[in-house]
């Protein structure tokens, strides 16, 4: 049965931001936006720092677990995170979380070997998930519905400026800058945050489901080290590894059991019923594992093999990064419009084989045009299948479970994440190992001490250190293990272009073809309620449509005779009872000449009338605002499709709702006059 959706429910949900300042909010969503860039930079800023990093410290064959540690962190602490907060108060979790980012970030900095930098890094990820979905979340209590899409586009930014100021640091300054940068940054967004974030605390008590995070986080650490120390530091048959194995094994499956019992299951297991959940699972995996994957290594060809600087292994990177972004966009855009999307999945997975294979072709002597192009094809593919997945996703499930299915999809991402890079460090460590001894074998010549195979294969500084003759060897055998990987990968992708072929092509609603870059480009998974999500949504595409647009739009469905303007006006007489014109001038962006023809168009048809300076609605006028709102509402119930239904549920009609009410307008836009205001809502 359909709820109440009578105007006058709207005034009992605290308004976003309710009782600041417009200059208090900006601040705090500044420092918020402080801590979410931490975060989303950390994600790409250590990659072209990593060689510099394993030369240092050593341990070439646990270069992965420097990425690997903190992504498994962050990964497992995301949905934690975001239940404690709505437990306990977002403000004190989300200074908690900045505090354990910036301990993690300063015990890497001072990290005196790869074992210890791989521990605080896992520190670091802990604090990283925090900042990431409590920074959102705090930015819905303070900004309304409508206005939240325009923080959602940070991440594009941080893809491209990750790599080249992970670079610049640790060209300039020293790899340890690229975490030391985070402290001053951290510490101001800490403060700033203390001083004038004031967020109302609304507990809503959850059962968080502690066993089955630290479960999931287990059975991911098991296989990862499974794929990364198998054939390396330990045999594939030996008992660590089969221990492992079997470990990983125990725990999948007492996993299972604890989810099928758990109040909130933090994957819950119903949604495996769904075939076009199962299958995304799996590509959304695959996507995760050959993107950090790739980007891992990448900067390890440029520097040690092209022989290019850390700020130039970032700027090489670019093309990767701008091919993701556009390809990304572009298909958002054309589902939007054409509402199909399968194409996208099936050529983006096509085209990332393709790339990797490209990659795969690469040598000591190719060219910055040739590299560029490589990376351009590989990023557009990936580009391609990320957007549309987690619309697929949305789309198949029904609006209670869209908050879980989408934090699902992009669990599996950030999974398949962890994943590829220790799996493209085995493969390259392995490959790397034997080449170096094959040349080493037939060098011919006597070596500087310290110049062996392992030593050269543990610090690439080393190769500086061989004779003239046998760097070419040396840095072909780099070339060919580096390149190797993605060979070995090709396959992988190939599998998930065979699985998206099975996706069935439903009809999407309107309100799934929005996702935000945190959802698409993030290794972090995506912690939202259904509420949420679905608010996100309609205010990206609220803001897509412009406001003059939606004014339009509901004219012509009132069927009135309006002015667009006009139709602007009544809704906030509507509201507030009484306006003045040209105090509606002074604090909107609406032109005064533009609402001055718009009041002498609803004075001429009679729908308000003056008293003094202010405007008041006669009775046509109300019925004449009211279908006004109510087509307002009918758009929006659009754009939600089926989950608009006799039955839907009571959050999502007070969303609605609510963003019928901002279109109305705001308080500040409220006379002076000491009067109370009439109400015309009914």
Not at 135 to 144: H, K, N, P, T
Not at 350 to 361: D, E, P, S, W, Y
Request: hydrophobic letters at 50%; glycine letters at 10%.
């Amino acid at each position: 049965m359909a709820q109440d959706t009578s105007p006058d429910r709207i005034g009992e949900a605290p308004v976003p931001g309710e009782g600041q300042s417009h200059r208090t909010v900006l601040v705090a969503i500044g420092a918020l936006l402080l801590g979410m860039l931490l975060a989303a930079l950390d994600q790409t800023i250590v990659s072209t720092a990593l060689p510099t990093i394993v030369s240092e410290l050593g341990g070439m064959e646990h270069l992965s677990w420097v990425v690997t540690a903190y992504m498994l962190a962050s990964t497992a602490g995301t949905p934690l995170w975001g239940k404690l907060g709505d437990q306990y108060g977002r403000k004190k979790l989300f200074q908690g979380a900045i505090v354990v980012f910036l301990v993690g970030s300063a015990l890497c900095g001072i990290a005196q070997n790869m074992p210890q930098l791989i521990a605080f890094r896992a520190v670091q990820g802990l604090g990283g998930g925090g900042l990431m979905v409590l920074s959102m979340a705090i930015v819905g209590d303070l900004v309304s519905p409508r206005e939240r899409g325009r923080y959602q586009g940070l991440f594009g930014a941080t893809s491209v400026l990750g790599p080249l100021l992970g670079g610049l640091f640790t060209e300039h300054l020293s790899w340890r800058w690229v975490f030391y940068v985070n402290l001053p940054i951290g510490i101001v967004a800490l403060f700033v945050i203390a001083a004038v974030l004031h967020i109302p605390v609304r507990s809503t008590p959850h059962t968080i489901d502690y066993l089955g995070t630290f479960l999931i986080a287990s059975v991911a650490t098991c296989l990862v080290l499974v794929a990364s120390l198998g054939g390396t530091t330990w045999a594939w048959g030996s008992p660590q590894i089969i221990g492992l194995a079997v470990l990983g094994a125990v725990l999948l499956v007492w996993f299972l059991h604890v989810e099928r019992r758990a109040a909130e299951p933090v994957l819950p297991l119903k949604l495996f019923r769904i075939r076009t959940f199962s299958l995304v699972s799996v590509i959304s995996f695959v996507v995760g594992f050959a993107m950090f994957g790739a980007m891992t290594y990448l900067p390890t060809f440029l520097q040690v093999v092209q022989g290019v600087t850390p700020t130039m292994s970032g700027v090489h990177m670019l093309p990767m990064v701008l091919g993701m972004l556009i390809t990304s966009t572009a298909s958002g855009q054309i589902v939007s419009r054409t509402g199909r999307w399968k194409v996208f999945p099936i050529a983006g997975t096509a085209l990332t084989c393709l790339g990797l294979l490209l990659l795969h072709r690469l040598t000591e002597t190719s060219s910055t045009w040739s590299m560029s192009v490589c990376f351009f094809v590989f990023g557009a593919g990936l580009g391609l299948v990320m957007q549309v997945l987690v619309l697929v996703v949305q789309n198949a499930v029904s609006y209670e479970d869209l908050g879980v299915a989408t934090s699902g999809a992009t669990f599996f991402r950030s999974i398949g994440a962890s994943f590829g890079v220790a799996v493209f460090g085995t493969i390259f460590t392995n490959r790397l190992t034997g080449e170096l001894a094959d040349v080493f074998a037939n060098a011919g010549t006597e070596l500087p001490p310290g110049t062996g195979a392992e030593q050269v294969a543990a610090d690439p500084r080393a190769i500086a250190q061989l004779p003239p003759e046998l760097r070419p060897d040396v840095l072909h055998a780099y070339a060919t293990s580096i390149t190797d990987v993605f060979l070995y990968a090709a396959p992988v992708v190939l599998v998930a272009f065979g699985i998206a072929w099975f996706l069935k092509e439903d009809k999407l609603r309107a309100s799934v073809t929005a996702p935000d870059t945190s959802q698409t480009l993030a290794s972090n998974p995506v912690e939202r309620s259904s509420y949420e999500e679905c608010a996100r949504a309609l205010s990206v595409l609220g803001s897509r449509e412009g406001r003059k647009e939606i004014y339009v739009r509901i004219t012509e469905r009132a069927g009135l005779d309006l002015l667009p303007a006009a139709s602007w006006l009544l809704l906030r007489i509507r509201r507030h009872g009484i306006v003045e014109p040209v105090r509606l001038a002074e604090v909107t962006p609406v032109p005064l000449r533009v609402i001055t023809e718009a009041s002498r168009q609803v004075e001429e048809r009679r729908l308000a009338v003056r008293e003094g300076v202010q405007l008041v609605l006669t009775e046509d006028g109300v019925r004449a605002a009211t279908v006004l709102a109510e087509a307002r509402e009918e758009s929006l119930a659009e754009l939600l499709g089926d989950w608009w239904g006799p039955d839907r549920p009571t959050d999502l009609v007070q969303l609605v709702e609510e963003l019928t009410a901002e279109l109305c307008g705001s308080d500040g836009e409220r006379p002076h006059s000491p009067g109370p205001p009439r109400d015309h809502r009914s």
